[in-house]
Protein backbone atom coordinates (compact mmCIF):
# COMPACT_ATOMS: atom_id res chain seq x y z
CA UNK A 1 0.00 0.00 0.00
CA UNK A 2 2.95 2.26 1.15
CA UNK A 3 4.59 1.59 -3.11
CA UNK A 4 1.56 2.09 -4.22
CA UNK A 5 0.94 5.52 -2.77
CA UNK A 6 4.65 6.22 -3.38
CA UNK A 7 4.96 5.56 -6.76
CA UNK A 8 1.10 7.71 -7.37
CA UNK A 9 3.02 10.35 -5.61
CA UNK A 10 6.45 10.48 -7.56
CA UNK A 11 4.23 10.17 -11.14
CA UNK A 12 1.85 13.07 -10.03
CA UNK A 13 5.65 15.16 -9.16
CA UNK A 14 6.43 13.93 -12.78
CA UNK A 15 3.62 14.89 -14.65
CA UNK A 16 3.38 18.72 -12.87
CA UNK A 17 7.86 19.29 -13.76
CA UNK A 18 6.77 17.97 -17.23
CA UNK A 19 3.91 16.84 -19.16
CA UNK A 20 5.16 15.93 -22.40
CA UNK A 21 7.89 14.10 -20.84
CA UNK A 22 5.61 12.51 -18.85
CA UNK A 23 3.21 11.12 -21.08
CA UNK A 24 6.13 10.17 -23.63
CA UNK A 25 6.93 7.78 -20.92
CA UNK A 26 4.10 6.19 -20.92
CA UNK A 27 3.86 6.38 -24.80
CA UNK A 28 2.06 8.84 -26.02
CA UNK A 29 3.07 9.84 -29.36
CA UNK A 30 4.09 13.45 -29.18
CA UNK A 31 5.51 15.67 -31.45
CA UNK A 32 7.31 18.78 -30.65
CA UNK A 33 6.24 22.18 -28.82
CA UNK A 34 3.09 20.80 -27.60
CA UNK A 35 1.40 21.97 -24.53
CA UNK A 36 -0.63 20.10 -22.31
CA UNK A 37 -2.22 22.40 -19.81
CA UNK A 38 -4.50 20.76 -16.33
CA UNK A 39 -3.40 17.27 -17.10
CA UNK A 40 -3.88 14.03 -14.55
CA UNK A 41 -2.51 10.82 -14.52
CA UNK A 42 -5.22 9.43 -16.60
CA UNK A 43 -5.42 12.15 -19.39
CA UNK A 44 -4.24 10.05 -21.53
CA UNK A 45 -6.46 6.94 -20.12
CA UNK A 46 -5.74 3.34 -20.08
CA UNK A 47 -3.78 2.97 -23.57
CA UNK A 48 -1.69 5.86 -24.36
CA UNK A 49 0.39 4.30 -26.36
CA UNK A 50 -2.83 4.07 -29.28
CA UNK A 51 -2.98 8.12 -28.75
CA UNK A 52 -0.79 10.27 -31.49
CA UNK A 53 -0.15 14.03 -30.99
CA UNK A 54 1.08 16.19 -33.76
CA UNK A 55 3.68 18.99 -33.51
CA UNK A 56 2.40 22.48 -32.05
CA UNK A 57 -0.50 21.38 -30.31
CA UNK A 58 -2.17 22.78 -27.16
CA UNK A 59 -3.99 21.05 -25.07
CA UNK A 60 -6.19 22.67 -22.98
CA UNK A 61 -7.26 22.04 -19.28
CA UNK A 62 -9.02 18.31 -18.28
CA UNK A 63 -8.89 17.18 -22.20
CA UNK A 64 -9.71 13.05 -22.09
CA UNK A 65 -8.55 10.92 -24.51
CA UNK A 66 -10.68 7.52 -24.19
CA UNK A 67 -9.31 4.66 -26.08
CA UNK A 68 -11.64 2.00 -24.87
CA UNK A 69 -15.23 1.68 -24.78
CA UNK A 70 -15.66 0.90 -21.56
CA UNK A 71 -19.70 0.15 -21.70
CA UNK A 72 -18.78 -3.05 -23.57
CA UNK A 73 -18.40 -4.68 -19.68
CA UNK A 74 -22.63 -4.47 -19.14
CA UNK A 75 -21.84 -7.28 -22.49
CA UNK A 76 -19.32 -9.29 -21.22
CA UNK A 77 -21.02 -12.02 -19.16
CA UNK A 78 -22.83 -12.85 -22.72
CA UNK A 79 -19.90 -12.02 -25.05
CA UNK A 80 -16.99 -12.39 -22.71
CA UNK A 81 -15.18 -10.93 -25.67
CA UNK A 82 -16.29 -7.58 -26.33
CA UNK A 83 -13.87 -4.92 -25.86
CA UNK A 84 -13.08 -2.44 -28.46
CA UNK A 85 -10.56 -0.11 -28.63
CA UNK A 86 -9.29 2.63 -31.15
CA UNK A 87 -6.42 4.89 -31.96
CA UNK A 88 -6.70 8.79 -31.21
CA UNK A 89 -4.93 11.03 -33.64
CA UNK A 90 -4.33 14.53 -33.45
CA UNK A 91 -3.15 16.51 -36.16
CA UNK A 92 0.16 19.55 -36.44
CA UNK A 93 -1.05 23.28 -34.80
CA UNK A 94 -4.39 21.66 -33.59
CA UNK A 95 -6.10 23.51 -29.86
CA UNK A 96 -8.13 21.51 -28.10
CA UNK A 97 -10.30 23.25 -25.73
CA UNK A 98 -10.93 23.07 -22.03
CA UNK A 99 -12.95 19.92 -20.84
CA UNK A 100 -13.50 18.26 -24.41
CA UNK A 101 -13.06 14.41 -24.76
CA UNK A 102 -11.89 12.48 -27.62
CA UNK A 103 -13.33 8.96 -28.29
CA UNK A 104 -11.56 5.17 -29.50
CA UNK A 105 -11.29 6.49 -33.24
CA UNK A 106 -10.90 9.99 -33.22
CA UNK A 107 -9.44 11.61 -35.55
CA UNK A 108 -8.29 16.03 -35.90
CA UNK A 109 -7.01 16.97 -39.14
CA UNK A 110 -3.93 20.08 -38.89
CA UNK A 111 -5.05 23.49 -38.25
CA UNK A 112 -8.04 22.76 -36.12
CA UNK A 113 -9.84 24.01 -33.01
CA UNK A 114 -12.07 22.03 -31.21
CA UNK A 115 -14.31 23.65 -28.99
CA UNK A 116 -14.47 23.96 -25.12
CA UNK A 117 -16.70 20.64 -23.82
CA UNK A 118 -16.94 18.81 -27.59
CA UNK A 119 -17.40 15.50 -27.79
CA UNK A 120 -15.42 13.89 -30.77
CA UNK A 121 -16.54 10.69 -31.97
CA UNK A 122 -14.99 10.62 -35.94
CA UNK A 123 -13.12 12.46 -37.59
CA UNK A 124 -12.46 16.35 -38.07
CA UNK A 125 -11.21 17.54 -41.26
CA UNK A 126 -7.90 19.87 -41.24
CA UNK A 127 -8.63 23.58 -41.30
CA UNK A 128 -11.89 23.97 -39.02
CA UNK A 129 -13.39 24.63 -36.01
CA UNK A 130 -15.54 22.36 -34.47
CA UNK A 131 -17.71 21.75 -31.39
CA UNK A 132 -20.61 20.07 -29.81
CA UNK A 133 -21.37 16.55 -29.05
CA UNK A 134 -20.82 15.03 -30.97
CA UNK A 135 -18.24 17.30 -32.29
CA UNK A 136 -18.99 18.91 -36.06
CA UNK A 137 -17.39 21.56 -37.93
CA UNK A 138 -18.80 25.13 -37.90
CA UNK A 139 -16.20 27.47 -39.72
CA UNK A 140 -13.01 27.29 -41.00
CA UNK A 141 -10.10 28.62 -39.34
CA UNK A 142 -9.77 31.91 -42.07
CA UNK A 143 -13.48 32.99 -40.97
CA UNK A 144 -13.00 31.99 -37.57
CA UNK A 145 -9.54 33.74 -37.58
CA UNK A 146 -11.38 37.08 -39.50
CA UNK A 147 -13.89 36.91 -37.49
CA UNK A 148 -12.04 37.32 -34.29
CA UNK A 149 -9.49 40.04 -35.74
CA UNK A 150 -11.07 42.14 -33.84
CA UNK A 151 -11.03 41.18 -30.35
CA UNK A 152 -7.13 40.84 -30.64
CA UNK A 153 -5.22 41.82 -27.82
CA UNK A 154 -1.24 41.55 -28.15
CA UNK A 155 0.25 40.79 -25.37
CA UNK A 156 3.28 39.07 -26.74
CA UNK A 157 6.85 40.23 -25.01
CA UNK A 158 5.06 41.58 -22.21
CA UNK A 159 5.93 40.93 -18.84
CA UNK A 160 3.09 38.96 -16.67
CA UNK A 161 2.82 42.74 -14.70
CA UNK A 162 2.45 44.23 -18.06
CA UNK A 163 0.52 42.22 -19.80
CA UNK A 164 -2.02 42.29 -16.39
CA UNK A 165 -2.21 46.12 -17.12
CA UNK A 166 -2.86 45.91 -20.35
CA UNK A 167 -5.73 43.19 -19.84
CA UNK A 168 -7.12 45.98 -16.96
CA UNK A 169 -7.09 48.55 -18.58
CA UNK A 170 -8.54 46.79 -22.08
CA UNK A 171 -11.09 44.94 -20.33
CA UNK A 172 -12.30 45.84 -16.80
CA UNK A 173 -12.42 49.87 -17.16
Known sequence: MVRRALGLAVNTVRLHMDPVRYFRSQGVDI???VEIFG???????SEPYLVSIGDRVTISHKVDFITHDGGLRVARAEHPDAYLYGRIQ??????????CILLPGATIGSRSVIGSGAIVTGEIPSGVVAVGAPA?????????TRRKKHLWIDTSGLTANAKRELLRRRLLE
Open 136 to 144: RPIQSIEEY
Open 31 to 33: GQS
Open 39 to 45: ASLLTFG
Open 90 to 99: VGDDCFLGAH
